[in-house]
């Protein structure tokens, strides 16, 4: 057996080992304290919102109590609201969203990456995108209504405009970011063509691409929510839209908890997409 002195016990590598673990023991404990604040602040909002309706300092027909919050929500879980399940309502929303952005992106990326190289087909766009874009969507949407009807096909028009915009400009950006340089590099190396967009273009342009699409997402929801509450038959805008008629602020408190999980939800998802599939966002071009 060979024994090893102090000094080698102490080789670079074992430092380096040890620094490693300081490191990443310092990250999980900085994301557990973050992970602890947050909760902190959201035991805090809803202890302070406890506190209000217990001592009765708001009447309840505007601020109902957690318990009447809860109730409502288990009973429309149990029994649904006008005739459909809560997860009916939760479904034509997300319906009508997913279409939306399944139009945006399937037409705002390549139109992107065309205007993005190509000044002509952009000087052809420009002007049309950016008259609409400045528009509050629910002042077009009573035309969208005229000429498409009060169903799913105006509300997922609706919504696919405000989710275009903001896609659409996010990969021209991308795109007229990436560097000539990285361009004939791969091209020195044999790269063209399609070979040259799916490995050099697209994976440049994704950053911009995916920070367009949270934008977009953010957007086209906010946009969803009102235009059911304008003119729909079904969804969670539409249910706390109605619940206000009857001064229901339990169900509407209901609506408005589920509309931010959802958002919530949907943003995760996004971020968690960007941070396995993207590892090269937030480093040097």
């Keep these: 057996m060979v024994l090893k002195t102090s000094q080698q016990r102490n080789a670079p590598s074992g430092i380096n080992r040890g620094v490693g673990s300081q490191y990443w023991a310092l990250l999980r404990k900085l994301s557990t304290t973050e992970g602890f604040i947050s909760l902190t602040s959201v035991l805090v909002i809803l202890f302070v919102w406890y506190l209000t309706t217990a001592l009765e300092w708001v009447d309840p027909l505007f601020l109902p109590t957690p318990l009447a919050v809860w109730s409502a929500f288990v009973e429309i879980l149990r029994d649904g609201y006008k005739g459909s399940s809560l997860f009916f309502h939760i479904y034509q929303s997300m319906y009508r969203l997913g279409v939306a952005l399944v139009l945006a992106i399937a037409t705002a990326i390549p139109l992107g990456m065309l205007c993005g190289f190509f000044s002509p ?12 874009r400045p528009l509050p969507p629910l002042a077009y949407y009573t035309l969208l209504v ?14 696919f405009l405000a989710a275009f915009a903001p896609l659409f400009l996010a990969v021209i950006s991308g795109v ?3 560097s000539l340089d990285r361009i ?16 050099v273009i697209l994976p440049s342009c994704l950053p911009e691409i995916f920070t367009g699409l949270r934008t977009a997402i ?21 249910m706390v839209l109605d619940a206000s008629k009857f001064l229901r602020s339990d169900v509407i408190f209901v609506g408005i908890i589920i509309m931010g999980i959802i958002a919530i939800l949907i943003d995760a998802g996004i971020r968690w997409v960007q941070r396995t599939q993207l590892p090269w966002i937030g480093r040097d071009s």
Excluded: C, H
């Design 176 to 178: 007229q970011r990436i």
């Design 121 to 132: 087909i952009r000087a052809a766009l420009d002007p049309i995108i950016e008259f609409y």
């Design 218 to 238: 953010g957007v086209a929801y906010s946009t969803l929510v009102a235009a059911e509450m304008v003119a729909a038959v079904s969804g969670i805008g539409w």
């Design 146 to 159: 005229i000429w498409l009807g009060i169903e799913n096909p105006s509300k997922i028009a609706l919504l």
């Design 184 to 199: 004939n590099g791969a091209r020195s190396l044999g790269a063209e063509g399609w070979q040259l967009f799916f490995y």
